[in-house]
């Protein structure tokens, strides 16, 4: 079985600085889909980056990226240049091929940026 | 675009009795999810649909919790009778059909079972 393993609890950093949330998966699937959500305090969950497991360039948005390693099973989101609305709840999913988008979710990380 | 709809957003009922949740995805989105999310935890699939068919119920303690979508549109998930193990955030979430697509997620209903 699947399984998504976020090691840090919490973390927190200075706005303005860099951060990287680390997750490792375990699966022996070739073909899936890893992705990073963010889930600010009382409010919805939104997609932050999306890793498709076929491609090897890393995924990029804005401020946010992330570090695929796929013989290392681990996918970490790097958070450039942290704003004060970066504070929220961020969550590794992992989504398998054949699933139909069935989502396998860590326990979560709890960011905090300090002003 | 409106986003994933849900009601109610908070709920407090004492164990052994019933509570229902509503959800109305977005429109032209043909899977619907329900998940579980308990406190300190990431959320947990209970329940998949494709239009107004199941795909997955595997995690859906048969037992007490019921689904439905009806006309493929909006859905409703019921407990019943409720423990307090119930206690959780119940999220509803809908998405193009297929694997890898995004997931848009509702605001979710808490439950307090006392």
């Known amino acids: 079985a699947q399984t998504v393993t976020q090691s840090q609890p919490e973390m927190s950093v200075q706005e303005a600085e860099t951060v990287t949330l680390s997750c490792t998966y375990d699966?022996?699937?070739?073909?899936?889909?890893l992705f990073w959500y963010k889930q600010p305090p009382s409010r919805q969950m939104i997609l932050v980056i999306r890793?498709?497991?076929?491609?090897?360039q890393n995924a990029t948005e804005n401020r946010f990226s992330v570090n695929f390693q796929k013989a290392a099973k681990s996918f970490s989101l790097k958070i450039s240049d942290s704003q004060l609305g970066d504070t929220a709840m961020y969550f590794c999913?992992?989504?398998?091929?054949?699933?139909?988008?069935?989502?396998?979710f860590g326990k979560g990380t709890k960011l905090s940026v300090k002003p | 675009e409106a986003g994933v709809a849900q009601s109610p957003r908070y709920k407090i009922i004492e164990k052994r009795q019933s509570v229902a949740f509503w959800c109305n995805p977005i429109?032209?989105?043909?899977?619907l999810y329900w998940y579980q999310q308990i406190l300190g935890q990431g959320p947990k699939l209970l329940i998949q649909?494709?239009?107004?068919?199941?795909?997955?119920d595997s995690q859906l303690p048969k037992d007490r919790f019921s689904a439905e979508r009806l006309k493929g549109v909006d859905s409703t998930l019921k407990i019943q009778p409720a423990k307090l193990e119930d206690s959780a955030v119940y999220l509803c979430?809908?998405?193009?059909?297929?694997?890898?697509?995004?997931?848009?997620f509702g605001p979710g209903t808490r439950l307090t079972v006392t």
């Open positions: 890793q498709e497991a076929y491609k090897q």
């Open positions: 429109s032209g989105h043909a899977t």
């Open positions: 649909f494709q239009n107004n068919g199941v795909v997955d």
């Open positions: 979430a809908s998405s193009l059909v297929g694997v890898g697509y995004e997931q848009y």
């Open positions: 699966t022996s699937e070739s073909n899936y889909y």
């Open positions: 999913a992992f989504d398998r091929e054949g699933s139909q988008g069935n989502l396998i």
